[in-house]
């Protein structure tokens, strides 16, 4: 079977590894960076916590003992699901099967003004960006004398309070906390305001009652501006319009307020289910199509247990990319395929130092606080790809625990004119 992965997320890379030197298939991996990104630790790099080689791992590297696996960098342009063949930026690939695993990216909801002047995150270079915009606007608070537009610049507002906006607050409050008073002595950081905007009732809607509730304490005692209900209607670089007429004067707007499937062109529009997902049966297989497949947070597939879709999250991702990988070989001896089901085992997030909230679901069980944070860093470290990021990535964890204080805020890109 000649088969192609568009996407070396969780579940593309998942699929390829657990087919790797399998007899029957000749695999082609294609990603447009030519390594894995671990995406829960995005946030530490734009907080200078870890550098985004910390978080990184070379494709090539995790296939240099496979005989069946080839790797291409390259931009999937179009899918021609009729003809068996993709169009990519370095030429065509004919396939016998294809899956698509492409991830998501960050849903603006088609206002262009957020397009253009909010920061997503979903990405390694998106993370530095960031990381050079916080650090940027410190260094041109330095030069202002009036008030109002110093304010502006002293303002952060992240607009989501999922697992990324949470994390993100509670970095930024914590650097604001320990670190940066010694950088910036000539600015006042008390200040300094952090606006977590949620457009639901309560912080971390995905998890237990527990652990939202214990978020938006930790927050609140971090020194955050948790406001709940609360939708942005604009954003026009300088300030932050909501929809109930109030405004925020801010330079720095974070989007981690959803996200959408990055779906590729030739996917037929009847196929696309909300949040931009591709429908699927409880195989993968897309809707329609005998021999494409899509997984991970690209997929939209109900069952039971998930009448409108899995969340979009790494586990469900990984757990979908090695039952793939089962059925492609049942498919090859014969056998019938078997259906996915959603094992959840948990979730967890963290919201600044030795604060984070856990939930376990077998058995239901929930932690808060130090023991929480522990868990929390354990599992990250065990899911990191290579020894020596692990190290590293614990390396900075003591030493930052230690010292209260990151050694990475650099800024490498040319200052803005």
Known sequence: MKLIIIGGGFGGLKLARELSNKEGFEITLIDRFNHHQFQPLFYQVATSGLDASNISFPLRKIFHKSKNVHIRVAEVQQVLTAENKIITSIGEFDYDALVIATGAGSNFFGNQNLIDHALPMKSSTEALQLRYRLLQNFEKALSIKDEKELQQYMNIVIVGAG???????????????????????????????IYLLEGSGKTLAAMSEKSSADSEAYLKKLGVTVMTNTIVKDYDGEKVTLQNGETIETATVIWAAG???????????????????????????????????????????????????????????????????????????????????????????????????????????????????????????????????????????????????????????????
């Open 163 to 193: 697992p990324t906006g949470v994390e993100l607050s509670g970095a930024i409050a914590d650097m604001r906390r320990f670190v940066l008073p010694k950088d910036y002595p000539e600015l006042a950081f008390s200040t300094m305001k």
């Open 259 to 417: 996200v959408k499937g990055n779906v590729l062109a030739g996917i037929e529009k009847d196929l696309i289910a909300r949040g931009n997902r591709i429908k699927t049966d409880r195989h993968s297989l897309v809707q329609g199509l005998s021999n494409v497949y899509a997984i991970g947070d690209v997929s939209y597939m109900e069952e039971p247990a998930y009448p409108n879709g899995h969340p979009q999250l790494s586990p469900v991702a990984i757990q979908q990319g090695g039952l793939l990988a089962k059925n492609l070989q049942l498919q090859q001896n014969g056998k019938p395929m078997k259906d996915f089901s959603y094992v959840d085992k948990g979730t967890m997030a963290t919201v600044g130092r030795n604060l984070a909230v856990v939930d376990l679901s077998k058995p239901k069980l929930h932690f808060k606080g130090f023991i929480a944070w522990m868990i929390w860093m354990g599992i990250h470290l065990m899911l990191t790809l290579g020894v020596k990021n692990r190290f590293f990535i614990f390396l900075n964890w003591l030493y930052n625990y230690l010292t209260y204080d990151q050694n990475l805020r650099l800024i490498f890109m040319e200052p803005e004119k």
